[in-house]
Each structure stands twice: as structure tokens, then as C-alpha cells.
């Protein structure tokens, strides 16, 4: 029996306290394995939903308890499905999405999923250029440990867990806000953070100002009741939000933002310091996650939580548990005097910032950074800003572009190697190599003991750093 899509929505809660998911017989999510829709996956069979789906590169979920495969079939979709769910990296032409068509089923995309899923919950959505995962994950830690049980949805996965998606019974729904596309409209959060505004996502909007104009719609989906949580020192959201109608409050560095860190203390790239809100002490913290971009993230996740219902105590603990994720920074290992750290950066200020925290917790080590740019247009538009923050590496590895979303252009367009010849101009040795296994040879013969290897990108560069974690790892047993 066909159901609408409303019906796939969380229940409203009877008390105002708890929900529960209604149940259906089957959803089938299109682009599963994306770290976005397994979180979905998770909460909706969490539920009570039979799930299933299709990726083509769905190796990691297949043998799970969702029935997967690792190819877009029409047959994977039919009258047993109840709703299909597909991610924004799946095109109108999906032969699944085409059957589920004409099978008059009802069709979401992930976002849209996102939204109505809120929609029966107090929602709390995290925007921005940079932080999202992260800082959507503390407040979950956060709220978590404090027993107010959120149900969370965003796009990566935590350490020694399978992915971001938790179904809880509390009130609160956590969400990763993205921007791209403009899919951050919707959803409609009671609380809401924008982290940074920065130019992106080129292949969507043809200007800064486009950008700050969608942030600014969606701060205006926050109601006048409601709360938005700025940063303090950034200009480009202070332009986004002047014409919102709910409260807003600032969190940053400056003394005059209303959520603030004094007595900042870093030790080999940890941070420890004090949370205040407008000059009163909430806690104090020692962050278990390196980076002073981290310190940031903290700073926000604490403000969103106490608007939740946590407490300076419940803020702290949140916040010190809080392992981190996978692909942030993430350290692989040390075999042989090597130690191998993986990271999602991608964008230059990105870049900048996980080079920074690398040199802190690893100083006077020489820095051989892996980078695969993401995107064309990224790379591009981007040219200048990704050479300077890569300079801060003392070797580098430049891989081919991860064509994210792009087709290969017609005529000259920007490549690895023009990125490669920025960088070299400034003085950093660069090679350009082509595939993963020159990546992993050329490193085999120019590693050496006290060296720390930085993977880093968006796209496939992560199996990279797995490889060469599992040759050194072998040598070292075998010697």
C-alpha cells in the first residue's frame, strides 16, 4: 500500500516529549552509501522501516542489515516500496528514480527527507562553509550526554560508529544545514547557526553575493521565537542575517560576542579554556579534538546546546567525550617512525587551518601532504587562495581533480598541474601524479622515519592514506 510522503515524517509527540517514528514496510534510499543518506538509513530503520538501496559504491554496506546493491537497477524499485529517497548527487535519469516514477511513488530528495523530518520535531540546523559535521556531532555529544536523547541526521561518520544518523525520543532534531544547491530551504529550525560564509560551491552560484543571498533566506526560516547563532568576527554573515526577525546571538573570539573562550590555554594543538556567555562562566573545557578551528566549532555546539536544555555540566562533559570524526584529522596510525593523519579539507581556508594543526601537534616533523583538489570550478575560482595554504606543507603530492558533480569541459580548462605550478612558484616541492598507485609508490620510496603524512580532500584521496597505513603496518609486523 502506497503511502504519501507526510506519512514518512516523524510523529508529532502527544506530550511534547517524546515522538517515535511511524513505521513503513520499505524505504528504498537511492545513493545510500553517501555519508548523508546512510545517516538517514540508520534513523528510519532505527524506526522500524525496512531499508534498502543502491550505490555504486556501496562495497562497504553490502553484507550490512540493509538489503544494498552496487548498481542503479529500474527492478530495484517496486510496489513493495512505500517512499523513495535519493541523494542529491542522483540525476532525474536514474533508471530507479525513473521506475519509482512510473510507478507513481512517492519521491524525495535527501533534503526534502531532512525537512520533513524536522518538521514534526524543535529543529536545530547547522549552516555554513566549514564546520557543519562537526559541530553538529558536539551538540549531539552534547545533548546526548545530558540524557536529552536528539534525533540526529548530518554527513559524516564518528569515530567507531557507522555514520552521523541517531533516532532518539527527545524533542530535538539535529541537522546539517548544506547550502549547496540552496538545499538548506528546506528545512525550518527553531535553532539555528551559521558558522562562516566563504565563496563556493561555483558550480551553483556565480557570486559571493548570490551565496550570502541564500544564506539569507534561510536565516529567514528560523521563526521570531526562534534563535540564530552567528559568528561574531564575520562580515559576510553579518550581511547575510541584518534583516531577521528572531533573536540572534554571536559566538567567536571577540570579547564583545555573546558565547566567548577566555583563558585559552593549546598544548601541542589541544585546547583547553573557558566557556562564557556575555561575560558569565558557563564551563570549563579541555577539548579532546585538536585545531583552534575546533575551539570555534566548540563554542557554537555549546550555545546551541543550552538553548536546548544542557547545562554547563552537560556542556562539558559533551564536549570533552567527543572523539571526533572520521576524515577529520583523523591519525591512522605511527609505523615506523611515520605517523599517517587523514582529512576532508577542501577548501583553502580549510586546507590552511588542518596544515596548521598538523605543524602543532606534530612540531618540528617535516609535513608530506597528499591534496586531491575537488572540484573543477573549485580548484579554479580558487586557484591563488589553495597555492598559499598548501605552501604550509614541505612536501606535496598533487593528485588529479575529483570531478564532483562535473563533466569534463570542453577546450583548456584548470588542472592539478596548474595548481602544481602555483605552488612550486612558491617554493614548496611538488610533484603531479596521476593515479593512486603512483601516489602510493612515489611516497613508499620518499617517506622516512619522523615524517607525518596528510591526506587531504573531498573526494577518493582517503584510500590512499588506508593503503599505505596497511603496507607500512605489514612491514612492521614482518619485521
Not at 111 to 119: F, S, T, V
Not at 329 to 337: A, F, I, T
Not at 370 to 389: K, M, W
Not at 405 to 430: M, N, Y
Amino acid at each position: 500500500m502506497n503511502v504519501s510522503p507526510l506519512d514518512y515524517a516523524l510523529a508529532p509527540p502527544h506530550d511534547g516529549a517524546t515522538v517515535s517514528l511511524r513505521p513503513l514496510p520499505r524505504a528504498h534510499l537511492v545513493g545510500i552509501a553517501g555519508a548523508g543518506m546512510r545517516s538517514l538509513a540508520d534513523v528510519l530503520s532505527a524506526g522500524g522501516c525496512q531499508v534498502s538501496g543502491s550505490d555504486v559504491n556501496a562495497a562497504s554496506l553490502i553484507g550490512s542489515r540493509y538489503a544494498v546493491c552496487d548498481e542503479h537497477r529500474a527492478e530495484a524499485v517496486d510496489r513493495s516500496v512505500d517512499l523513495v529517497v535519493h541523494s542529491d548527487a542522483i540525476g532525474p535519469t536514474n533508471p530507479e528514480l525513473v521506475r519509482a516514477g512510473q510507478l507513481g511513488l512517492p519521491i524525495l530528495s535527501y533534503p526534502q527527507a531532512l525537512g520533513r523530518l524536522m518538521d514534526s520535531r524543535r529543529g536545530v540546523a547547522v549552516a555554513g562553509t566549514h564546520g557543519k559535521s562537526t559541530t553538529t556531532a558536539m551538540v549531539a555529544e552534547i545533548l546526548t550526554a545530558g540524557g536529552l536523547d536528539p534525533t540526529v541526521v548530518y554527513g559524516a561518520s564518528p569515530l567507531e560508529k557507522s555514520s552521523g544518523g541517531r533516532l532518539g525520543h527527545g524533542r530535538w532534531m539535529l541537522a546539517e544545514a548544506c547550502e549547496y544547491r540552496d538545499n538548506f530551504r528546506f528545512l525550518n529550525p527553531r535553532l539555528a547557526c551559521i558558522l562562516n560564509i566563504e565563496p563556493d560551491h561555483f558550480d551553483y552560484y556565480s557570486s559571493p553575493d548570490e551565496l550570502e543571498q541564500a544564506f539569507a533566506r534561510f536565516a529567514t526560516r528560523v521563526p521570531a521565537d526562534g534563535l540564530l547563532l552567528v559568528r561574531a568576527d564575520c562580515r559576510s554573515t553579518e550581511r547575510a542575517t541584518r534583516q531577521i526577525a528572531c533573536r540572534r546571538q554571536s559566538f567567536g573570539r571577540e570579547a564583545s560576542a555573546t558565547w566567548s573562550a577566555t583563558d585559552v590555554r593549546e598544548r601541542r594543538g589541544q585546547y583547553s579554556f573557558i566557556i562564557r556567555c556575555r561575560g558569565r562562566r558557563v564551563c570549563d573545557v579541555k577539548l579532546g579534538v585538536p585545531g583552534r578551528h575546533n575551539l570555534d566549532n566548540a563554542l557554537a555546539a555549546a550555545a546551541l546546546a543550552a538553548h536546548c536544555g544542557a547545562d554547563g555540566t552537560m556542556i562539558r562533559a559533551g564536549l570533552e567525550q567527543f572523539a571526533g570524526l572520521e576524515r577529520r584529522l583523523q591519525c591512522l596510525g605511527e609505523h615506523g617512525g611515520i605517523a599517517l593523519v587523514d582529512d576532508y579539507a577542501h577548501h583553502p581556508t580549510e586546507v590552511s587551518a588542518s596544515l596548521a594543526t598538523v605543524r602543532q601537534v606534530y612540531p618540528g616533523r617535516r609535513i608530506c601532504c597528499v591534496f586531491q583538489p575537488h572540484q573543477v570550478s573549485r580548484t579554479r575560482h580558487l586557484l591563488d587562495e589553495f597555492a598559499r595554504s598548501l605552501h604550509n606543507a614541505d612536501t606535496l603530492v598533487l593528485a588529479e581533480i575529483f570531478r564532483a558533480r562535473e563533466e569534463p569541459g570542453r577546450g583548456s580548462e584548470t588542472t592539478a598541474a596548474d595548481l602544481a605550478g602555483r605552488v612550486a612558484a612558491l617554493g614548496t616541492d611538488v610533484v603531479q601524479l596521476a593515479t593512486s598507485d603512483e601516489i602510493v609508490n612515489h611516497l613508499n620510496r620518499s617517506l622516512r622515519p619522523g615524517d607525518v603524512l596528510v591526506t587531504m580532500g573531498a573526494g577518493d584521496i582517503g584510500s590512499v592514506a588506508h593503503e599505505l597505513n596497511h603496507r607500512l603496518r605489514k612491514i612492521r609486523q614482518a619485521g
